[in-house]
């Protein structure tokens, strides 16, 4: 598996990997949840070339996870805001801190806490079931081919023992 063709892998993961799996990309998609918006404030909170930083925001706009949007009309100056499709990545990005808060926070604690403003309280993830409700771990899944798998080579994946769908 080359890293320019996961795009092209039948995995979800790999999909998503191609398009925010770099760690300037989920920078920006941390800073754009804070409420950054524009090229010069992503450069200065990142610390990033501007190079990278157009890259990495060029590539998000062309997938359709940020938009550009006009702030100002003379000169056109551009703002990026997520769209749909970047605000799905709130649970990924939200659970990256919650891991980062547990495994990786110093003595200090953790940098910022997630208020839910329903009930003012600070929070954690949690996966759920979308069917039942219940709270849902790694143990708590099973795995079985979907109706978009691709026969791979089994030197790639050992999904060959995998139970069938249906």
Do not use: N
Request: charged letters at 30%; one cysteine or more.
């Amino acid at each position: 598996m080359r890293w320019e063709e996961l795009d092209q892998e039948p995995c979800s993961l790999a999909r998503t990997l191609a398009v925010v799996g770099d760690r300037w990309t989920l920078l920006i998609l941390r800073d754009c949840f804070l409420g950054v918006r524009r090229f010069d404030e992503f450069e200065k909170r990142l610390g990033v070339t501007r190079h990278v930083l157009a890259d990495r925001l060029k590539k998000l706009v062309s997938h359709g996870v940020l938009k550009k949007m006009p702030y100002q009309q003379k000169p056109l100056r551009e703002e990026y805001r997520l769209t749909e499709k970047g605000l799905d990545l709130h649970t990924v990005v939200l659970s990256l801190v919650s891991w980062g808060d547990r495994h990786m926070a110093d003595e200090r604690g953790s940098p910022v806490v997630h208020v839910h403003k329903g009930c003012g309280r600070a929070m954690r993830p949690l996966t759920v079931c979308s069917e039942c409700g219940e709270p849902v771990g790694a143990r708590d899944i099973r795995v079985e081919i979907g109706d978009g798998w691709k026969a791979l080579e089994e030197s790639l994946l050992p999904l060959h023992r995998l139970p069938q769908k249906g």
